[in-house]
């Protein structure tokens, strides 16, 4: 049988995945913001970016979807819309777009990995179901904005959900308390997704 929703989750952990669905709320109304559209694509783009993989991840997992039984995440996502809509323009640059999705990347997949061994996944599929909760709302508000995925771009993006997603898997498995090993993770995904918005870090495309 199935685990309840967040059940063997520590308060902390169910906190960071707060913080993940408001960072990538906020960055799907920037997307709306940049595009000039109307105040319902700013919703619908924050609760599309926030859940998109989350949702995934439940499906694949078995658990309830988990934004279906709470009103809280839907609250969260309609507040950062309208605050990117309500806030003047200068507030939300391309910088701050940059940094809201690596503070997300690293939360969902911290959390999603935890979520993930909490129902008896195990560690592989963990870790990729970790990536993919950090990575699937982004690549879904790109398509619908009509701009290049994530996936195509060469800039560390991917790498650093899956450092992330990696990292929380090792230090679960030798035994370390959950809060912990869920606020080292994410350091370390957003460190690196960090230098790379910084240096402009990217891996090597194919070459013949």
């Known amino acids: 049988m199935m685990a309840p929703a967040h059940e063997g989750l520590v308060p902390v952990l169910e906190y960071l995945d707060l913080a993940g669905i408001a960072v990538f709320a906020l960055s799907g109304a920037i997307v709306a913001a940049e595009k000039r559209q109307t105040l319902v694509t700013f919703l619908f783009f924050a609760v599309v970016t926030a859940v998109g993989g989350g949702t995934t991840r439940d499906l694949l997992i078995g658990a309830p979807v988990f934004w279906v039984e709470t009103n809280i995440t839907l609250v969260i996502c309609f507040t950062a819309a309208l605050l990117v809509w309500l806030l003047p323009e200068r507030w939300w640059g391309r910088t701050t777009l940059l940094w809201l999705d690596a503070a997300g990347l690293a939360a969902y997949a911290t959390f999603g990995v935890a979520k993930a061994m909490a129902y008896g996944v195990a560690p592989l599929p963990a870790f990729s179901l970790g990536v993919l909760t950090a990575c699937f709302g982004g690549i879904i508000r790109d398509v619908l904005a009509g701009q290049p995925s994530i996936l195509m771009r060469p800039e560390l993006y991917v790498t650093a959900a899956a450092l992330s997603a990696?990292?929380?898997?090792?230090?679960?498995?030798?035994?370390?308390?959950?809060?912990?090993?869920?606020?080292?993770?994410?350091?370390?995904?957003?460190?690196?997704?960090?230098?790379?918005?910084?240096?402009?870090?990217s891996l090597p495309g194919y070459r013949d």
């Open 166 to 201: 990696a990292l929380m898997v090792g230090l679960l498995l030798i035994g370390m308390a959950q809060p912990l090993a869920g606020a080292l993770a994410a350091l370390a995904g957003f460190l690196l997704r960090g230098l790379a918005i910084r240096k402009g870090w």
